[in-house]
């Protein structure tokens, strides 16, 4: 499942280096971040300074969970993780312990994002690093040239629309196209395209 997560409310409670992972993980997209802490990592107090997060100086209550939608437990403190998914339970909200995987409703997958393509990869917490080395390995290797091919694809698929008013019809185009190799896509120019588009 993928979340429209834009100006989505998120509460982080600790102020350390886990919490700064975990802050500029979701700052990637677009989720408004408050942190909850006494202390923070020079790294949160730029991004406090530079006004892209919150910041509540003080230990965590469960009234700071009012009015967000995710919550991350990032703190150093097991008991205080626990906690905060105590309530964050029965709020019915999202939430994330970076030290207990069974106590969230949510993991990190290791994510890569290039242009409109967002891939995410998980080993349900076996072993992070081997999301890390297999997201790795895919921006390696597909990345750059996916990022190109749903380029592509976007501009087509708006010429098929228009060109076709048959839904069926149009369908079994949008299908007969994914059929192309990918770098056949790549490098068609507008009136390969065409050309394609007429014998089909």
């Known amino acids: 499942m993928m979340l429209k997560t834009t100006g989505l409310p998120c509460l982080v409670v600790g102020g350390g280096k886990v919490a700064l992972r975990k802050v500029l993980a979701v700052l990637r997209f677009g989720i408004s971040v408050t942190v ?3 202390e923070l990592a020079p790294g949160l107090r730029k991004l406090v300074e530079r006004r892209w997060i919150r910041w509540r100086q ?3 209550s469960p009234v700071d969970l009012l009015g967000t939608k995710m919550v991350i ?3 150093d403190d097991s008991q205080v993780n626990r906690r905060v998914a105590w309530w964050a339970r029965r709020l019915n909200l999202y939430y994330n312990t970076v030290d207990h995987m ?3 409703n949510f993991i990190f997958p290791a994510v890569y994002r290039s242009g409109a393509l967002t891939v995410a990869v998980s080993t349900q917490g076996y072993y992070p690093a081997a999301a890390r080395k297999i997201k790795r390995e895919f921006a390696r290797n597909y990345g ?3 990022r190109e091919y749903l380029e592509k694809l976007r501009g087509y698929r708006e010429r098929i629309k228009k060109a076709e008013p048959c839904p069926k019809r149009r369908r079994a185009i949008l299908n007969q196209l994914l059929n ?4 056949q896509v790549i490098h068609w120019s507008e009136a390969d395209f065409g050309v394609w588009l007429e014998r089909e």
């Open 36 to 38: 909850v802490a006494e």
């Open 102 to 104: 069974e106590l969230s």
């Open 58 to 60: 003080r230990k965590f």
């Open 73 to 75: 437990a990032a703190t």
């Open 144 to 146: 750059t040239v996916y």
């Open 180 to 183: 192309v190799s990918v770098e």
